[in-house]
């Protein structure tokens, strides 16, 4: 059974940094390209960065030069380092990966930004 589970959510102060965890299990996590997502309430999931199984990495735009995605394939983990936090990034973050069975998402770990 693939498990996915986040963690490092919490409340930050804007300009301020989290770095978000993906704990994977049930699968060969080396061989898998990994997502980091994220829902803002009443607005739709978006994406926010991938990660190939060869490590090279994609941004939606508006994280770019913010945000950091990476994997460490020895513990199972993809990260998400974000800086510079605006209250604009106040979401749940969620990681995802597509097995053979299917998408598999985790429970998602709550991201807010505000003084």
């Known amino acids: 059974q693939v498990q996915l589970v986040e963690s490092g959510g919490g409340l930050v102060q804007p300009g301020g940094s989290l770095r978000l965890s993906c704990a994977a299990s049930g699968i060969i996590f080396s061989i898998y390209h990994l997502g980091w997502y994220r829902q803002a309430p009443e607005k739709q999931r978006e994406l926010v960065a991938t990660i190939s199984s060869g490590g090279i990495t994609s941004y939606a735009d508006s994280m770019k030069g913010r945000f950091t995605i990476s994997r460490d394939n020895a513990k199972n983990t993809v990260y998400l380092q974000m800086n510079s936090l605006k209250p604009e990034d106040t979401a749940v973050y969620y990681c995802?990966?597509?097995?053979?069975?299917?998408?598999?998402w985790g429970q998602g770990t709550q991201v807010t930004v505000s003084s």
């Open positions: 995802k990966v597509v097995v053979p069975q299917g998408t598999v």
